[in-house]
């Protein structure tokens, strides 16, 4: 049976293998927006044996390209992007560190051995459904690559931002299991 988790982003290195698929989560705390393009940046930024623009250890980052921030607000929609197009950076990071990752839709295997290898999560955030992410957002700084415009890496600070377990650090996957079990009905 799924739980339920309220977890400090400072925290969720530790909450990692007591989560698994299925488990619903309210993360508080500092996540990083980061896309394609950021991610073709991260890995250039490594191969040359640089710093990233954040502390990657025990990071989360968000597959999300947020809209411009209306009036008043600090962030536009800011729904979850498929995150299979950065399935062939995931495991670098995670190797260097990288807690855990919020996007949508299903990881390739490398991806989710490295999960599994670096004590990590994948979440999937509610698709469609950007404005209700938006509400969680409570502040949003650009901290690099300005020029990739909504796919500049961003510095969100969120509070119950509701996510739910689709890779575990045990080797779950909520994708096959799903689908195995429906393939059973």
């Known amino acids: ?26 993360l508080t705390g500092t996540i990083y927006t980061a896309r394609d393009a950021a991610h ?6 490594m191969d040359e044996g640089k710093k990233l623009p954040f502390e990657i ?29 950065m399935d062939k950076f995931a495991p670098r990071l995670l190797d260097e560190g990288l807690c855990g ?41 650009v901290i690099a690559f300005e020029d990739l415009g909504c796919e500049s890496v961003k510095r969100l600070y969120v509070e119950k931002f509701p996510v739910t377990v689709c890779n575990d650090c045990s080797g779950g996957d909520i994708f096959s299991e799903g689908r195995a079990e429906y393939c059973e009905v």
């Open 40 to 45: 073709k940046r991260f890995n250039s930024i």
């Open 57 to 85: 250890k025990d990071a989360v980052i968000y597959y999300a390209g947020p809209t411009p921030a209306p009036e008043g607000k600090p962030i536009g929609s800011c729904g979850p992007t498929t995150s299979g197009r």
């Open 101 to 141: 990752m919020i996007g949508k839709g299903e990881r390739n295997q490398a991806v989710r051995d490295a999960v599994v290898r670096n004590n990590a999560v994948y979440f999937c955030a509610i698709g469609g459904a950007g404005a209700l992410a938006a509400s969680c957002i409570k502040s949003c700084e």
């Open 1 to 26: 049976m799924a739980e339920v988790y309220e977890i400090n982003v400072s925290d969720l290195r530790s909450y990692c293998p007591k989560l698994k698929i299925g488990d619903k989560v309210l």
